[in-house]
């Protein structure tokens, strides 16, 4: 996942509302959201068929949420290079079994972050908002403010261009539900949040490809590296969180209005 839109505040109605972006190579395979690990039968995310972990993963019971950003290495590799023992698509899964106390609580406790390549690990709940970031060498644990942040591939950094786009936009529609448990569907949630989402997937992409002819401003990526391999935005995650309930939308058609699902808490099927 490449971009985690993030309104925070504890004063709120609804006091946490997440977009999140995920970014991959278009032939990696996936499944959608669903309760997919039988050894972690109350988490619920999509789920990567490779490697088998996830992007980002909701436990609709104690009303939390963890989501992973690939991160940038400190000595300027780029984040793909390399080789690791872990995939870091787990960390999201074992961040949420980690049950602790508010704000004691830590997601990667008895985790040794060298296993992994670089990573943003976000995790959240209605009381806080947290952020692990691993650079290869150093650990950096912050709490994210009460406002709309924007943490892309290089952290919350505010000086991205992505954020100082975006970030206004998004603060300035943050959505508010006044009974979060009784909204039925995605605009009585996010309000004006997915339309932005679609103005962005109809803009100019931003482009990690051969050439610089990408905005990089844009929320949507797509990137023709050659050979038939295309690095894009495959899906958008919308979450809502109040203190005892969640809410739960995706699509993998950010540019399409009508392709937005409301996913089904309350359905504990496990995948085949």
Known sequence: MCTVIVGFDPGADTPLVIAAIRDEMS????????????????????????????????????????????????DGRMPWEGAYPASRGELPLRA???????????????????????????DADAHRVGLHSWDGRCLDVRTLPVGVSVVVNTGWDPDDPRAARHAPRFAGTRPDPTDLARAENVEEVWGRWPELITEAARSAPRSAGVDD??????????????????????????????????????TDAPADPEAWRMIDLSSREDAA
């Not at 949420?96 to 609580?105: D, H, I, K, M, S």
């Open 213 to 250: 002819s990408g905005d990089p401003t844009g929320l949507i990526a797509r990137a023709d590296l050659g050979e038939g391999r295309i690095w894009a935005t495959g899906s958008v995650t919308l979450l809502a969180m109040a203190r005892e309930t969640v809410r739960y939308a995706f």
């Open 27 to 74: 032939s990696r395979p996936w499944d959608w959201p669903a309760y997919h690990w039988p050894e972690r039968p109350g988490l619920i995310g999509g789920r990567d068929r490779l490697a088998g972990g996830t992007w980002l993963a909701v436990d609709p019971v104690r009303v939390r949420a963890a989501a992973l950003l690939n991160g940038w290495p400190w």
């Open 96 to 122: 949420l079994a980690q049950a602790g106390r508010r704000p004691e609580r830590d997601p990667l406790h008895g985790e040794d972050p060298t296993l992994y390549a670089p990573f943003h690990l976000l």
